[in-house]
């Protein structure tokens, strides 16, 4: 891969990542509850399911995918309910009343982490997506493996640096989130958002 290539890539992942979808909703809602270092274990989280895209994509499943209408509804269903999911349970959570001194018991890590991998494993959209992205950058006279080693490590670490960003800015904004009313409408808005990431990846066709 050339330099040339390889910096149009980079700014294909970049605009990738920034745009909003349900790893960034996921990305800010812990951000605002948990902080940015306590994000953390969500972050990778979503790396491990869309790092899980990029082999499924370079062992040539997702071909099969994009093909498949079976396995593509499949997929898109069961992504869209868990979304959907989320955003009933993110809707219906009670404020917690914080008194001076005291923090909220979080969720545990290793729950948001799974919670986080299974927002971009069950992601169709994304996988069909790279099936049109990779090759654009691929270069048929040389090996496909070390060419897709480097595109899905700049996809990841690009997304993680992008997720800590949106962690960081919704961490900003924790101190206003502390009143319960606030809280309240901290939990509509992202359970909103995460239904309508789930309506979305449902309405989405190839």
Do not use: C
């Not at 050339?2 to 990305?27: D, K, Q, W």
């Not at 951000?31 to 994000?39: A, I, N």
């Not at 498949?68 to 309910?81: D, N, P, Q, R, Y």
């Amino acid at each position: 891969m050339t330099l040339e290539l390889f910096l149009a890539f980079l700014v294909a992942s970049l605009l990738i990542s920034i745009s909003p979808g349900a790893g960034a909703v996921n990305t800010m809602s812990n951000g605002l509850k948990y902080g940015v270092w306590q994000s953390l274990p969500a972050i990778l989280g979503l790396q491990l399911g869309y790092g899980a895209q990029v082999v499924i994509v370079g062992v040539g499943l997702g071909a099969l995918l994009a093909s498949s209408e079976i396995a593509f509804s499949t997929v898109k269903w069961l992504g869209a309910a868990y979304l959907i999911w989320l955003g009933y349970q993110k809707w219906r959570e009670q404020p917690v009343a914080l008194k001076e001194g005291e923090v909220s018991t979080p969720v545990s890590a290793q729950k948001r982490f799974w919670q986080a991998a299974f927002v971009n494993l069950v992601n169709p959209k994304a996988t069909v997506f790279l099936v049109a992205l990779f090759p654009q950058f691929l270069n048929a006279n040389m090996p496909q493996l070390p060419q897709f080693l480097i595109m899905g490590t700049t996809l990841l670490i690009v997304d993680i640096v992008v997720m800590i960003g949106y962690a960081s800015l919704a961490a900003k904004l924790s101190t206003w989130f502390k009143d319960p009313k606030h809280q309240k409408s901290q939990n509509r808005i992202f359970g909103g958002m995460f239904i309508a990431a789930g309506s979305a990846l449902a309405s989405y066709n190839r």
